[in-house]
């Protein structure tokens, strides 16, 4: 190896070791990762910063710009939740679900779309007397399956579509990545309806009360001093059999009863957990006596404006690996967290003193405009209200699928390029109002576009210090004699590896510039090897932090860690296997 490639793959561990650490966000990381190369001279300027000049991180800006739309129209999201019916134990009805989703997720961000349909399935769940557990994670891993259909469909496959112009390949034609996530998206959708049922208990999720205590929705509420109850005994103070709501424990200064008895004595500022059902905090509102210890002074409880929601925690939140106190949660963000749920369970003690971390559930009480504020930040990547079904559809959808259409069959037909239609969707929905300029600006991820294009540096590293060479011989090497084919393998591996680890996006460009060099050895046409690494590197399948659409089902769904790989693993070994028959099949040289 050369000093540079020495340089380079010492920058890159330390960079794969703070994203995996979650250190820093991603885009902090690479970008110093970059900035380091670039001052250690391992590569030029213009080609560390060949990725702000390539096409592909402006595409997925403006294609947020689109997906946000149609979010906010709910130009796709009612139709799909209506294919669902009435009819139908489990399988019947996901099959209704995640065709359709798969579908949309070919031309529409698969993020915005899991997003819409959470609080929508969750409620038809109810209604239908099933668990919600069941449908999202198969929904997520669906609209997974779906952005492997076209080149839009997800970021990754234009990512590595960027990178194939700027190794002098012809990019992705539109419907190039359905070559493999064609069959692989009929044949998913099949194993999910088959194994859902089978390998998903019957999960609870945060807000749902249940039989067994440690998968309750836990509140801590205080005795107000001097007030009505204090002195009381628990069955004097009428908090024995309530509706949906058992008093679990009593904490005093230095004791902590539990179970509470009907005989237990209150005393002003004793805390009391009770667990249950959230819609019945509502009903401890109306008691007086009681103070709710996380809300303090913040929120008027009387107001007609006071709204419930959950929200969940994203690997970009800025509240990671601090607690609410740290943080400074309820000036913040003008809400009080009433309860945390994490892998399926709800965590009792004092909320604010508990260090949050990815796909970590909020209970929250704000006033109502709270969802509108943050929806579109990266602070909480699902926000979705507690209490009656809202309206999906808004007068603008028409426009917003005219304006869809019109530019799925320009780039489908070769007619415009995908970064000027892509350019041309986003600011005709600013035009025809369906957005504000504010709400268009907020929409787009600027930490995705940043990693796309600061990660592009360090594949140009990759290259340029030929230590794309070294790692490409290295897997010839693991694999010799065992067939070209077991090559293409490795490098699919490498990618489901690194997309768990870091990024999609990150895996795709740290591993292209690997999959191009060992191509000659797996005798296959460099796009072969493109294609490998675009569809691996969207194989996200094994666990909640991999991809965000997993981690926003993750506290809703009441799922534990473990559940993501036993649904996921059979879904990783068809992709593997998709991509050793079809590739070679389709690019042999």
């Given amino acids: 190896m050369t000093p540079d490639a020495w340089l380079t793959a010492a920058v890159l561990v330390l960079v794969l070791i703070g994203l995996w650490r979650e250190i820093a966000t991603p885009l902090i990381l690479i970008f110093s990762g970059l900035v380091a190369l670039l001052l250690l001279d391992v590569v030029e300027p213009e080609e560390a910063l060949t990725g702000f000049s390539n096409p592909a991180p402006f595409s997925v800006g403006a294609l947020f710009v689109v997906a946000a739309a149609v979010s906010k129209t709910g130009a796709l999201d009612a139709l799909t939740v209506r294919l669902m019916g009435t009819t139908g134990h489990t399988r019947k009805p996901m099959l209704k679900l995640l065709t359709p989703t798969t579908l949309s997720s070919a031309i529409v961000s698969n993020t915005p779309i899991v997003a819409m349909l959470i609080p929508q399935i969750t409620a038809w769940s109810r209604r239908m007397g099933r668990s919600a557990s069941m449908f999202l994670m198969p929904l997520s891993f669906a609209a997974l399956l779906g952005g492997m259909l076209t080149v839009i469909g997800t970021s990754t496959n ?55 205590p440690a998968d309750h929705y836990m509140i801590e509420i205080e005795v107000t ?36 008895t009907p005989k237990t004595i209150l005393r002003g500022g004793n805390r009391l957990q009770f667990v249950g059902q959230i819609d019945k905090v509502i009903d401890l509102r109306a008691k007086e006596g009681l103070d709710f210890v996380e809300l303090g002074h913040v929120i008027d409880l009387e107001s007609p404006n006071v709204g419930y929601f959950l929200a969940v925690l994203g690997g970009d939140s800025p509240a990671i690996g601090m607690t609410l106190k ?25 909320l604010g003193e508990i260090p949050l971390h990815i796909g970590d559930t909020l209970i929250l009480v704000s006033d109502t405009g709270f969802r509108d504020r943050w929806s579109r930040r990266r602070d909480f990547l699902l926000i979705d209200p507690i209490g009656p079904d809202r309206p999906t559809r808004s007068p603008g959808s028409v426009r917003t699928l005219t304006i869809l259409g019109v530019f799925i069959a320009a780039t489908a037909t070769g007619l415009v390029p995908i970064l000027q239609a892509s350019l041309a969707a986003a600011l005709a929905m600013i035009v025809i109002g369906v957005l504000t300029a504010d709400e268009a600006r907020r929409a787009v991820d600027i930490e995705v576009v940043g990693v796309i294009a600061s990660a592009f540096g360090l594949a140009s590293a990759i290259t340029a210090s030929g230590l794309d060479i070294v790692i490409s011989d290295g897997v010839i090497g693991l694999f010799d004699g065992l067939g070209p084919t077991w090559i293409l393998v490795g490098v699919s591996i490498l990618a489901i590896i690194l997309t768990e680890l870091v990024t999609n996006n990150a895996a795709a460009l740290l591993v292209f510039p690997i999959a191009i060099a060992a191509a000659p050895a797996a005798d296959l046409d460099p796009r072969g090897m493109a294609l490998a690494v675009a569809i691996a590197a969207s194989a996200s399948f094994l666990t909640p932090i991999g991809y965000q659409t997993n981690t926003m089902v993750y506290g809703p769904g009441g799922y534990r860690f473990s559940d993501y790989a036993r649904l996921g693993a059979p879904l990783t070994l068809l992709v593997i296997v998709a991509i050793a028959l079809i590739v070679p099949a389709v690019y042999s040289v």
Avoid at 237 to 252: P, Y
Avoid at 339 to 347: E, H, M, N, W
């Fill in 326 to 350: 740290e943080i400074g949660f309820r000036s913040r963000y003008q809400a009080a967290a009433i309860g945390i749920q994490r892998d399926g369970v709800s965590l009792g003690g004092k």
């Fill in 158 to 212: 234009l990512v590595v579509a960027g990178q194939m112009d700027d190794a002098g390949l012809e990019p992705f034609a539109f419907f190039e990545t359905g070559i493999v996530g064609l069959p692989l998206a009929v044949l998913g959708v099949g194993l999910l309806v088959y194994l859902a049922p089978r390998m998903l208990g019957r999960r609870r999720p945060a807000g749902e009360a249940v039989d067994e």
């Fill in 225 to 260: 001093r001097d007030g009505p109850m204090d002195g009381l005994t628990v069955e004097q103070a009428g908090l024995r059999h309530l509706d949906g709501l058992f008093l679990a424990a009593v904490r005093r200064t230095d004791t902590t009863i539990a179970p509470a």
